[in-house]
């Protein structure tokens, strides 16, 4: 047999593979989803438990296609968890992937961050914090005095809580990472330089939120978890997970709580209601008001379909199509995004790729908040 024809098979599976390639290439650029019978078989009814009343996208107002697209294309990613949907209070769809599950909690990353807000919030309710204007220093005795920049001495909560104290992001200088993970967080106020002056730009720092749960530690009197199992996770019936500490025992403001996505769920639609859940009160509606301003304008670059992203109180903002978005957002896909005008909120976990910050962690990070981002997009205005 000559050499040309042993090649010829090899030549006519390479020519199908690409063709076959084109295809799938074309398919995408001309936007081709999923069939209606493709939709059809795609299962989101969420799970019937105490926890949550349940509905239906239909009898709540949404396209059921829209949502069972959503799901679809969730099942397609490698590293989501979960993916839950809540309209006009009711779980309406919900959905667990590759290691998820119902019972799982979830390391939520820096959706921490949120939660240490919220706690600030309600310590100023009760009176252990009286104003976000209180200075910084005034919490840290032990390292006032050895403060050499003077700008760090007029650093108040509120430019905390905004991401605009002026200390830099941690990922910038391998240096400034090895002193996040030290869990000596205290010295580091001095220690830390600032990259701006303080309320003039944002940067986003997790020692900044360390030191919020620090501050609400020491003005309550009560470690970071038991002041929220009392004021925030009892009244929402949430039972939260393990919730990492510094070595000094704090929890750390800034990640490494552990909560399932049904909980999350909670939290956002505490939110969405200013800050009652189940007829009661539990944070103030001018705290949650507050908290979802943007003081940031482009605190990030767009992300798929969410623009125009800026920062609050330890919330994100953005836009997805004509809606305007807040979203508790941690590392590898951990979202609780809410969606005022159409009374939504999605949660979505995911692989929290910890202590993994690179190009693939990343990849799928955006593919998770993107999927998301595209559903709120696709959704009308009511």
């Not at 969420?46 to 009343?53: R, S």
């Not at 959905?95 to 909690?105: L, M």
């Not at 003039?200 to 009197?221: D, E, M, P």
């Not at 693939?360 to 009308?380: C, G, M, N, R, Y």
Request: with cysteine; proline share 4%.
């Amino acid at each position: 047999m000559s050499s040309r024809s042993k090649n010829t098979p090899r030549k006519r599976r390479h020519a199908f593979l690409l063709f076959a390639s084109m295809i799938l290439i074309l398919s995408t650029l001309v936007g081709c989803g999923p069939s209606s019978e493709d939709l059809a078989t795609v299962d989101y009814a969420p799970l019937v438990m105490d926890d949550w009343e349940v509905s239906t996208p239909a009898e709540q107002g949404l396209d059921p296609d829209l949502v069972a697209e959503l799901y679809y294309y969730a099942a397609k990613l490698e590293t989501i968890y979960s993916v839950l949907v809540i309209k006009n209070g009711y779980l309406i769809a919900e959905g667990y992937f590759n290691e998820g599950a119902v019972w799982q909690k979830a390391r939520v990353q820096s959706v921490t961050k949120s939660y240490t807000s919220a706690l600030v919030g309600i310590a100023l309710d009760h009176g252990c914090l009286s104003s976000v204007d209180q200075q910084m220093l005034d919490f840290f005795p032990e390292v006032a005095g050895q403060i050499t920049d003077p700008r760090k001495e007029q650093i108040t909560l509120r430019e905390m809580l905004q991401m605009r104290a002026g200390f830099p992001w941690e990922e910038s200088d391998p240096a400034l990472w090895e002193g996040l993970l030290s869990g000596h967080y205290v010295p580091l106020i001095e220690a830390f330089p600032l990259v701006t002056n303080p309320g003039s730009a944002f940067h986003y720092s997790n020692l900044t939120s360390n030191w919020l749960g620090i501050i609400v530690n020491r003005a309550c009197g009560m470690r970071l978890k038991a002041y929220a199992e009392e004021n925030l996770f009892s009244p929402l019936g949430v039972k939260a997970g393990e919730w990492g500490t510094d070595w000094e025992g704090h929890n750390n403001g800034c990640g490494d709580l552990h909560l399932s996505a049904r909980d999350m769920a909670k939290f956002g639609l505490l939110y969405l209601n200013d800050g009652e859940y189940a007829g009661k009160q539990i944070i103030s509606a001018d705290w949650v008001r507050d908290s979802l301003q943007t003081y940031s304008e482009d605190a990030w670059d767009n992300i798929g379909r969410f623009k125009d992203i800026g920062y609050g109180y330890h919330w994100w903002s953005a836009r997805a199509g004509e809606h305007r978005v807040n979203f508790a957002w941690g590392h590898g896909g951990q979202l609780i995004v809410l969606v005022d005008e159409l009374d939504l909120v999605v949660v979505t976990t995911a692989d929290p790729f910890y202590l993994q910050h690179d190009g693939q962690s990343w990849k799928h990070e955006k593919a998770t908040i993107s999927l998301v981002a595209d559903f709120i997009a696709s959704l009308p205005k009511e």
